[in-house]
């Protein structure tokens, strides 16, 4: 979402736990990388006997881009926020003058 205030992602993450997720924020680039694994709950018996299986388990890797390298938005890199809700990581990214150039690690609630 592209709101006049901030952009919003929502990520379908159905199973994550929010220790197994890892997002940075790279200005250079203008995009939030998004990485991680979902694991598969149950035992190893347990899961030898699946029958129908839809969801995607495993390591993961998304990037997101905002705006474009010739026209990058002006975000607050700092204030870039980040929680996991009912298997949904939702981010939430000020626009702002950005005040630095470095990649940052964002922690997910």
């Known amino acids: ?24 924020w790279d200005p250079k680039a203008v995009e939030i990388s998004i990485t991680g694994v979902i694991n598969r709950p149950g035992s190893e018996d347990l899961v030898k006997t699946i029958a129908l299986d839809e969801r995607t388990v ?5 990037k997101v881009r905002l705006g474009s390298r010739v026209n990058p938005p002006k975000v607050e890199g700092d204030s870039i926020s980040a ?3 009912d298997g949904v990581l939702i981010i939430e990214v000020p626009k702002t003058e950005p005040d630095d150039v470095e990649v940052k690690k964002v922690e997910v609630e």
Do not use: C
């Not at 979402?1 to 940075?24: C, S, Y």
């Not at 495993?58 to 998304?62: S, V």
């Open 83 to 85: 929680k996991l809700e």
């Open 1 to 24: 979402f592209d709101t006049p205030e901030t952009f919003v992602i929502h990520v379908p993450l159905p199973g994550a736990k929010k220790e197994d997720i890892e997002l940075n």
């Open 58 to 62: 495993g390591a993961f890797e998304r």
